[in-house]
């Protein structure tokens, strides 16, 4: 486990942003958390599969088989394989401090 517990998002019938990591804004019921977001297949894990896997800072709920709404605000860096679990949660760890920094100065209305 990296530390980073994630809301996987299922993308069938969906046309999913570039891959990538980017920083999001997250609807869950009725509360909006700023978020790192995964586009991509999991190649540090030989992942093959598209998913989107989105880590919602500051929250610490069971929302699994729930439905979330993720908007896409800007794209951090592509999508990378890592040499393993620690050099994947070090990158982790500069990507969440790049997407609160965005969040931080980002003005735009929150999600309706």
């Not at 809301?7 to 909006?32: D, F, H």
């Not at 599969?49 to 800007?74: A, G, M, P, W």
């Amino acid at each position: 486990m990296l530390g980073f517990p994630t809301a996987n998002i299922s993308i069938s019938g969906q046309a999913p942003p570039r891959l990538g990591v980017y920083a999001v804004r997250v609807k869950v019921r009725e509360a909006t958390y700023g978020g790192a977001a995964n586009v991509g297949h999991n190649p540090t894990f030989g992942g093959t599969e598209l998913s989107i896997e989105v880590f919602l800072f500051d929250f610490h709920e069971n929302i699994y088989d729930q439905y979330i709404r993720v908007s896409f605000l800007e794209r951090l860096r592509d999508e990378k394989r890592f040499s393993g679990p620690d050099e994947l949660a070090s990158q982790i760890r500069k990507d969440v401090e790049q997407a609160k920094a965005i969040l931080s100065r980002d003005k735009s209305p929150l999600l309706p």
